[in-house]
Structure formats: C-alpha cells, structure tokens
C-alpha cells in the first residue's frame, strides 16, 4: 500500500488521470498496427492476387513471412524499449512500419510483396499489446484491477478487424482512381495515416511510472508504492537472466496457452470463410475469415461486411468476463469458459458443410472464445510476473515470449487453410482444435502449479511472520 505521507492524494482521480493517459493512446497505435497487419487479407479478394501474379501457396507465404522477424525481435525490442524510452521506441516503430505499408501500396511483384512483408513484420515486432502495451499497461496497475484495462486495450484487435472490413468495403469504390487498384489504396491510405500516428506518439505514449513527467514528484511516489514497483531492484536482461527464465515450467506454460488461444485469432484474419480470429485459431481466423465468406458466394463487399457481427458478439463478451474477472479476482474460469466456446465453435464447424447460418453461428462462437480468452490470459500470465523482486526484468522477457510465441501460431495458421481444402477447410480446423486442447491442458498445468505454490507460500509465511499474508506473494488463480 503507499506510504501515509501520500495519504493527500484522491486515488480515485489519479487512477482516472492515468487511464485517460495511458490508454486511449496505446488503443490507437494498436488499432493502427493491427490495420496494417492483417489488410491484405482485404486486399487479397481484390485483384491483388490476379496483378501479382500470385499462384499456389504464394498468398500464404506472404502472410508468414510477416511473423518471422516478428517472433525473433520480440525480446530485443523490449529490452530496446526500456533502454530508449517507450515514447521513443514505438513512436519509431510505428512510423517505419507506416512508412513500409505505403509503399507496398505500390509494389509491383511478388518478390517486392515478400520484403514489404517482412520489413512490416520487423517494425511491428515491438508494437505488439504483449511486447508494448501489456507490458507498459502492467507497471501502472494493480492486479485486481488490471484485467479491465487489458481488455479494453485488447478490444483495439476487435475495433481494427471490424473497422477493416468496413473500411476496405469503402475503399473499394476508389478503384481506378489516379490509376490505382482499390487494393493498393488500402495500403496507401492506411500507410499515411498510420505515419501520422507514428509522430503523434512521440508527444502522447507515457513511459513508466518512474518517468512519468506529466505526474508530479508525490503522484510518481504513489502510483509506484501502490503497485509495488521497485526501480532500485531492477537489474539488466542478459543472456543468464534470459536462460533462467525458462527454466521455470510456468513460463514454458504460459507461452502454450496463449499459443492455444492465438491460432483461433489468426482463424478469423486468414480464414478463407467469414473473418474470425482466435489466438492460433485467433490468427487464422483473422487472416482467412475474408477468404472463408467469399467461398460461400458473396461479393467483395457482402464479404467485409459480414466479418463485423462475430467481432461485435466478441466485443460484448470480452468486455463482460473482463469486469466479472476483476470482480471476482479469477482468471482460470474465464479462460476455461472461452476454449469451451472455441471447442463448441469448431466441432460445429468440422461436422456441418451445408447451413450457412450454422457455420456462420459457430465463427461467432469461436470469436467470442478466443476474443474473451485471450486478454485473461495475458493478463493473468503477465501480473503474475512479479514475485522475485525484479519485476522490469521478468516482464520485459515474459511479455516478449508469451506474445513471440503466441504469434508463431501465425505461421501454422497461414498454411492452415488452403485453397485445395475449400470449402470444408477440415485440416484448418483441425490443427485449430489440437491447438485448443493443448491449451487448455497448459491452462490447468499452469493453474495447478500456482495453487501449490501458493499453498506452499502459506505455510512459509503462517511459520515465519505468524499468519501474516501479503497479496504481493501469492500468485493469482
């Protein structure tokens, strides 16, 4: 708890100030990021593919490509962003990866699609909410109340994927102008707005508490005794921090769970059926769920607008187990409730071929999993990175490698559903429900091994201080 001399201080108003701050920000750049990511899935029902030439697997080599240097330059961007300042180590990622998605508006082959690609999926690597977001999000806010705050800041990935299709369906009607394609608009345009986020965020990101300007001396004191935060014990990440790290099975868990989570995400962004997105699942179904609907006979437009409905199912869902799960002081429920919505969703869509409404019913369901689940998970894993006293050092690893390994569940996913496997897609969903059950068998792991430990915290502490509990020491279920 802070110090009595703090005692001044409206908590209440100070909390509001650094929401207003910290939040609304961070919403935007990944609105933007995520916009970048995942509209060439837009672009590629367009003419993309026929101008490019694109043939076979070309169109999902292009969507890997992108998370190779996005897994890899996890961990270096964040020991880079707490080395250089959040302010000024995302402000410049987000302007290069503005800079890149314009100019594979006017890419020309599919040589120059591969490098634009890669190049976005470098500047993205620090940008992402786990990397940048939830690690910052983690140092403002104290566990009971951070699950609210990391999904409203998750629910960015819902408003870019709905705000894309709309916005692709928009842009579509700018095809031949200035002779450009309605594809290369969409990178155009959004390039040039995303550059411009880029340097609005220089000016607006906030850095740590601890270097917080815009609080004064008193608020800075509080805001870190009320989260426990402890400059003085922060140590460096090195080569021997980072191998000690995993060599606690928690965290090998951690990455499991959200890998189980995210292929489902990448379901709604690559599936070629109406455009969900669970975790692995999260990622093929962004990435594909354009494709999906097409399949079923819909122009371009009736295909971007039918991606919105399973987002705003979602959006609803995820906002309601986020309070519930603060309130009650639980995260493994929630996440369990999510992967049986998954589970639901994809057994639907495994066994039923010919009712759209049912199809289109279960991708609302593994939206609504995946969506929900995945900020618990975050979260949950995220805060609990804070019990050895050296919690910069924990987080900058533990947030880099939960997000790193969740998002090679993209490269799964863009191989996942393929054009020969149309209209069934039964290998898609299959590796999605082996990627789920093997979530939820870490999910428990890692539930089971926090409750012994904090069983065995308690008898530690009922020995040594006499009944005396901190929350700080438990880690939360």
């Not at 919690?391 to 490269?411: D, L, M, P, V, Y």
Request: glycine share 8%.
């Amino acid at each position: 708890m802070p110090a009595q001399s703090s005692l001044s201080i409206d908590e209440k108003a100070l909390l509001r100030k650094i929401d207003f701050r910290v939040i609304p920000i961070l919403f935007i750049i990944y609105v933007a990021a995520f916009l970048d990511r995942v509209n060439i899935s837009n672009a590629l029902t367009m003419r993309m593919p026929s101008e490019l030439h694109l043939v076979g697997q070309q169109r999902n080599i292009a969507l890997t490509i992108f998370f190779v240097p996005y897994v890899l330059f996890e961990i270096p961007s964040n020991i880079l962003l707490k080395r250089l300042s959040p302010h000024v180590w995302l402000s410049g990622c987000i302007f290069a990866f503005g800079i890149v998605m314009l100019c594979q508006g006017f890419v020309k082959s599919y040589g120059g699609l591969l490098a634009t690609r890669f190049f976005l999926g470098l500047a993205e690597a620090g940008v992402f909410p786990g990397n940048a977001g939830f690690y910052i999000l983690s140092f403002w806010y104290r566990r009971e109340e951070s699950q609210r705050r990391f999904t409203v800041f998750w629910c960015s990935v819902l408003v870019a994927t709905a705000f894309g299709g709309l916005l692709a369906s928009a842009i579509s009607k700018m095809d031949g102008v200035h002779g450009l394609s309605d594809w290369r608009w969409i990178f155009i345009l959004e390039g040039m707005v995303t550059m411009l986020i880029g340097i609005a965020a220089f000016f607006l990101i906030p850095d740590f508490p601890e270097e917080a300007r815009w609080l004064t001396d008193e608020e800075r004191k509080f805001v870190m005794a009320r989260v426990g935060t402890n400059e003085e014990q922060s140590k460096a990440v090195n080569s021997r921090s980072i191998l000690a790290f995993f060599t606690d099975i928690k965290n090998i868990l951690g990455g499991i769970m959200y890998f189980g989570g995210f292929l489902e995400n990448n379901l709604y962004v690559t599936t070629p059926f109406i455009k969900p997105r669970p975790l692995t699942c999260m990622t093929a179904f962004a990435y594909f769920a354009p494709t999906i609907i097409k399949t079923l006979g819909y122009s371009t437009v009736q295909t971007q607008l039918h991606t919105v409905p399973p987002v705003a199912a979602a959006l609803a869902l995820c906002l309601i187990t986020a309070f519930a799960s603060d309130y009650t002081r639980l995260r493994a429920p929630f996440i369990l409730f999510g992967t049986m919505l998954i589970i639901t969703g994809l057994a639907i869509l495994l066994t039923v071929h010919h009712s759209f409404p049912v199809q289109y019913l279960a991708i609302c369901l593994v939206a609504m999993g995946a969506f929900s689940a995945g900020p618990i998970i975050v979260c949950w894993y995220v805060m609990n990175l804070n019990l050895s006293g050296n919690r910069h050092a924990e987080r900058t690893i533990g947030t880099a490698w939960i997000i790193s390994f969740g998002n090679s569940g993209g490269i799964v996913a863009t191989f996942s559903f393929l054009v020969k496997d149309a209209p069934k897609y039964r290998t898609g969903y299959s590796i999605c429900m082996g990627a789920t059950c093997a979530g939820v068998l870490a999910i428990a792991a890692y539930a089971l091994l926090v409750w012994r430990e904090n069983r065995a915290t308690r008898k530690t502490v009922k020995t040594m201080q006499g009944g005396a509990e901190k929350d700080m020491r438990y880690y939360s279920l």
